[in-house]
């Protein structure tokens, strides 16, 4: 045997022990959790038994209360410490699967012998020994593990500083508690394992890196002082996977105060959100809350409009792009997008303060009860330093009071009593038992009846009152559209007499009750600052993936609902697919924060792709150089030219079998839009075992898919194939990013299609970055 062999013993020795020490404390936390159950089923079945109950006096009635709050209290202790021991005991079960995937022999200056310090996705504590027998991830001394390479090495601990010198770094693969594979590394964390991770077949899920995080992204994970950190890097180059260890680390850091349910993730698309749900579990830890800025979007208004969402957006830009008017159009999109935009609504807002808020008066079965321009002078009666959702407050209230002088003298109405006469056997006989109870009969039955009468007309009233009540309440008078209108007549000087046209579109959309996704934002925030912004000072960490489709108003926007919350933004500007983002996004998003406090890390190597595909794809872009792939092989990105579409169908058909029979378990055709997906799918789907993915509310699913440019941001396919990389896709300056979106969604293999003449971008490629066939 020799000496790697015997390590190699050794060390599964050392993994058996451990399993068996795993293997006990699961029995005593299953012992705990039977003996809970029981304690709980007991406590619910005696529940009334066990509390005191008396309600003769006041204070007899106060010790029943609390006895049986103590009694409820004693419950809901057991079963919260029954949901913490099953969910330690689920942390058991991955360990005993796969105890660790590092190890580091540190020996820390002034001592004589070295540490060995196992490193998993969570500490493991013997009270027998007294011993860490594995160190989380998470945890200080763990940071050598990513940082550092064998020799002088430190870590920042609670108390310090602490020097010393590592001895060995070590790196396994164990699953089901036998190591399958073990290497000793240097500088950064094996290529050896890195190759085996980034080899295997793609899955419908996003998997955890914690075994080899690199030293760029371990900055990303656990620099936590500043308020803004923006992460920029390439396709592939782990922002997303970075990000996600981020929110575990920030969880094990924070773990007194922070829960998962405060940290917020605005994710591309609500397909997405699928896409990555299973990585912080898989790490034993609990989902942070996620969302997409369309679904807040739609929340608050989507109940009276029709939204656009940006897949409708871009769909539409993607199809106007030849036609007249669409450098207009464009102009405005971004205008809208824009901070000068923003802040030509808070002028507006300052007038507002003086002049010109549009109201509608309240109306009840068509007679008025309040006019618009009586809520319009009384509004105009306060202090103009007075804030508009102020002054709103106290204006509601005097409708309020309006509409209670009103209700009362309706009740004599006509069509009160002819409603009286009609009413329903059950109401008639609530209101006997309502008025007996408040001891409101007397023993005249005249005046009975007049009473009854009285406050039956009441109830009628106050029912059919109620839900203008209500839009009262929502400030429903206040007419936002109306506002919007006026604040579109305003000619901005950044844009001249073609803002005529896009003010008209949009006016006639809000006719319609649609909102454009242009529009939506500076819509909802107009809005919310009339009404009084909705904040939210619960969140205390914002994550923004794809962060370089946020326009810069989009950006002011969320800064103001989540004002207590620190933020990771992860973005790519080379992927910037939306019109409405800038070449500058990240610069916008900047002034935001307090320049002190801004944090800035630049990934550039690109995990995701073989290193023939991240050739390709880098020389896609004006300035891909500083890309730089990791050295994993593959064969070369193939474009093939064909002349007719069944030529092409068939071709696809073809290489989707060569796939499959490659064990690929996710391959897409890529099309540039939704309507072109519809099409290809209808075409294959009698020929290929083919699914559409169109539509982002879906999740995402194995197999070969047809999917859209736009939602296959953000995911990986072990194979892609690009319906049409011609000239007539993909020929607009406009189209590089998104070209080059789509190609990076490739891990191994990349396939391009051309129906015609091949893109400007691949001819910038050079000759030997890819290989070149014909057809027919
Ligand atoms: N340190 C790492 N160890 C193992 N795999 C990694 C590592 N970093 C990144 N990867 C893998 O690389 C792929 C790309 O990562 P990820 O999706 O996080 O990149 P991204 O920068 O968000 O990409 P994009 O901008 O294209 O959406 C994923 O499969 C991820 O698991």
Request: glycine letters at 6%; one cysteine or more; a negative charge.
């Amino acid at each position: 045997m020799d000496t790697w062999e015997k390590e190699w013993l050794d060390e599964q020795q050392r993994v058996d022990h451990l399993s068996s020490k795993i293997n006990k404390k699961m029995n005593t936390i299953d012992q705990l959790l039977g003996g809970k159950k029981g304690e709980v089923v007991e406590i619910r079945k005696n529940f009334w038994e066990d509390v005191t109950v008396n309600f003769e006096d006041a204070a007899e009635a106060a010790e029943t209360a609390a006895s049986i709050r103590q009694q409820a209290e004693l419950l809901s202790e057991i079963e919260r410490s029954h949901q913490g021991a099953s969910q330690q005991m689920k942390t058991y079960e991955k360990l005993k699967n796969s105890p660790y995937f590092g190890r580091i022999d540190f020996k820390e200056e002034n001592e004589t012998a070295a540490d060995n310090i196992y490193l998993g996705i969570a500490s493991f504590y013997d009270e027998e020994t007294n011993d860490f027998l594995i160190y989380d991830w998470r945890a200080p001394i763990s940071s050598l593990y990513y940082d550092h390479g064998l020799g002088t090495a430190s870590y920042t601990a609670p108390g310090g500083e602490v020097e010393g010198e590592m001895k060995l770094k070590r790196q396994y693969i164990i699953r089901g508690g036998k190591i399958k594979s073990m290497f000793d590394t240097g500088v950064t964390i094996g290529d050896e394992l890195l190759q085996e991770v980034l080899g295997n077949e793609a899955n419908a899920q996003m998997k955890s890196i914690v075994a080899t995080i690199q030293k760029e992204q371990n900055e990303i994970i656990r620099k936590t002082s500043g308020e803004l950190m923006i992460v920029q890097g390439a396709a592939g180059c782990g922002k997303t996977s970075a990000a996600l260890q981020r929110v575990a680390y920030l969880l094990y850091k924070y773990r007194e105060s922070l829960n998962a349910s405060e940290i917020l993730l605005f994710s591309p698309n609500a397909m997405f959100n699928t896409y990555v749900a299973n990585v912080l579990p898989e790490l034993g830890e609990e989902n942070m809350a996620q969302t997409t800025f369309q679904a807040y979007i739609e929340h608050h208004l989507g109940s009276d409009f029709d939204i656009e969402t940006p897949l409708q957006q871009m769909e539409h830009m993607l199809s106007t792009q030849n036609n007249d008017g669409y450098e207009n159009e464009l102009a405005g999109v971004r205008y809208k997008a824009s901070l000068s935009f923003l802040e030509s609504i808070e002028q507006y807002l300052e007038s507002l303060k003086k002049s010109d808020m549009v109201f509608r008066g309240i109306h009840f079965r068509g007679r008025p009860i309040v006019s618009a321009e009586e809520i319009t002078h009384y509004f105009y009666s306060f202090d103009e330093n007075m804030s508009i959702p102020n002054r709103l407050k106290l204006v509601t209230e005097w409708i309020q009071k309006a509409v209670r002088e009103f209700e009362k003298k309706e009740r004599k109405e006509e069509w009160v009593k002819e409603q009286l006469h009609y009413l329903d056997e059950s109401v008639y006989t609530k209101l006997y038992h309502k008025l007996r109870k408040k001891k409101q009969y007397s023993k005249d039955t005249f005046n009975d009846l007049n009473r009854e009468e009285e406050e039956l007309s009441a109830v009628i009233v106050r029912k059919a009152i109620k839900p203008l009540r209500n839009k009262i309440q929502q400030l429903r008078y206040v007419n936002v559209k109306a506002l919007y209108r006026n604040l579109l007549e305003k000619v901005p000087h950044e844009m001249g007499d073609e803002w005529h046209n896009i003010a008209h579109h949009s006016k006639a959309d809000l006719a319609e009750n649609k909102l454009s996704y242009a529009d939506a934002t500076p819509f909802l925030f107009l809005k919310e600052r009339i009404e009084g912004f909705q904040t939210n000072t619960m969140v205390k960490h914002v994550f923004i993936d794809e962060a370089q489709d946020y326009s810069p108003f989009q950006f002011a926007f969320i800064k103001r609902i989540f004002p207590r919350a620190r933020w990771t933004v992860l973005g790519d500007l080379n992927q910037s697919i939306y019109v409405h983002s800038p070449e500058n996004a990240f610069d916008h998003l900047s002034q935001l924060f307090d320049s002190r406090k801004i944090e800035r890390v630049r990934l550039s190597r690109s995990y995701r792709s073989t290193k023939p595909i991240v050739e390709f794809t880098k020389h896609l872009l004006k300035d891909g150089e500083g890309i730089i792939p990791f050295n994993r092989d593959g064969t070369l990105p193939c474009v093939t030219r064909v002349y007719s579409k069944d030529q092409l169908h068939e071709d696809i058909i073809g290489k989707a079998g060569v796939y499959e029979r490659n064990g690929y378990q996710n391959i897409a055709i890529i099309c540039k839009t939704v309507s072109e997906s519809q099409q290809v799918y209808e075409e294959l789907k009698g020929k290929l075992r083919v699914k559409l993915m169109a539509d982002e509310e879906v999740a995402y699913e194995k197999g070969i898919v047809v999917i859209p440019s736009y939602l296959a941001k953000g995911i990986e396919f072990d194979a892609v194939i690009l319906y049409d990389a011609s000239i007539q896709s993909y020929g607009a300056e406009s189209d590089r990013k998104l070209f080059y979106t789509v190609c990076t969604r490739a891990m191994h293999d990349l396939q391009l299609y051309v129906l015609g003449e091949i893109n400007p971008f691949i001819g910038s490629v050079p000759e030997g970055c890819y290989l070149k066939e014909e057809r027919g």
